[in-house]
């Protein structure tokens, strides 16, 4: 089974992005980064990039992004398997700027799990996205089609979700 995750944290407005970027950008954890439409390999770019679309928008002080952990069953045994679902996983939201990592860590019976940052205001339109229930059981189906396993889904509210 594989553990999606929705992050709410409404706390923190554009610092908590700022952290959001440094942690999926964090070279020392991360292993493969990717994204769409930011620098993914560099922090202050990444938050810059999607900074300019809230300011193009008029949308800064909404919460700034939207953070999903998938956790991978312990039958994803490869970091290659985890980054090519991570790769799959967060095309789902292009039309949104994200950046995502994959990070080794054993959390009971998952060895591989990735961060997904989504800014909060689409690029194409300057809608702010949605992490209401039905769009994330879409998403989760998006995962489930992915992996070939079926998925958890979890909301959880925190204020410091970048930490350890």
């Given at each position: 089974?594989?553990?999606?995750?929705?992050?709410?944290?409404?706390?923190?407005?554009?610092?908590?992005?700022?952290?959001?970027?440094?942690?999926v950008t964090n070279h020392a954890r991360a292993i493969?980064?990717?994204?769409?439409?930011?620098?993914?390999?560099?922090?202050?770019?990444?938050?810059?990039?999607?900074?300019?679309?809230?300011?193009?928008?008029?949308?800064?002080?909404?919460?700034?992004?939207?953070?999903?952990?998938?956790?991978?069953s312990s039958s994803v045994n490869d970091i290659y398997?985890?980054?090519?679902?991570?790769?799959?996983?967060?095309?789902?939201?292009?039309?949104?700027?994200?950046?995502?990592?994959?990070?080794?860590?054993?959390?009971?019976?998952?060895?591989?799990?990735?961060?997904?940052?989504?800014?909060?205001?689409?690029?194409?339109?300057?809608?702010?996205?949605?992490?209401?229930?039905?769009?994330?059981h879409q998403f989760c189906a998006h995962v489930a089609?992915?992996?070939?396993?079926?998925?958890?889904?979890?909301?959880?509210?925190?204020?410091?979700?970048?930490?350890?």
């Amino acid at each position: 089974m594989v553990d999606v995750i929705i992050i709410r944290n409404t706390y923190g407005g554009l610092e908590y992005l700022r952290r959001g970027c440094f942690y999926v950008t964090n070279h020392a954890r991360a292993i493969a980064p990717g994204g769409f439409g930011v620098n993914y390999t560099d922090a202050d770019s990444c938050y810059q990039n999607m900074l300019a679309i809230k300011q193009f928008y008029h949308k800064t002080s909404d919460n700034p992004l939207l953070h999903i952990v998938v956790s991978y069953s312990s039958s994803v045994n490869d970091i290659y398997t985890a980054i090519r679902y991570s790769q799959k996983i967060a095309s789902y939201f292009n039309d949104y700027q994200y950046a995502y990592c994959t990070h080794a860590k054993d959390r009971e019976c998952s060895y591989f799990h990735m961060h997904l940052i989504i800014n909060s205001v689409s690029y194409i339109n300057g809608k702010l996205i949605s992490s209401w229930f039905g769009r994330m059981h879409q998403f989760c189906a998006h995962v489930a089609a992915i992996t070939h396993q079926t998925t958890w889904l979890s909301f959880k509210d925190k204020s410091n979700d970048f930490e350890d």
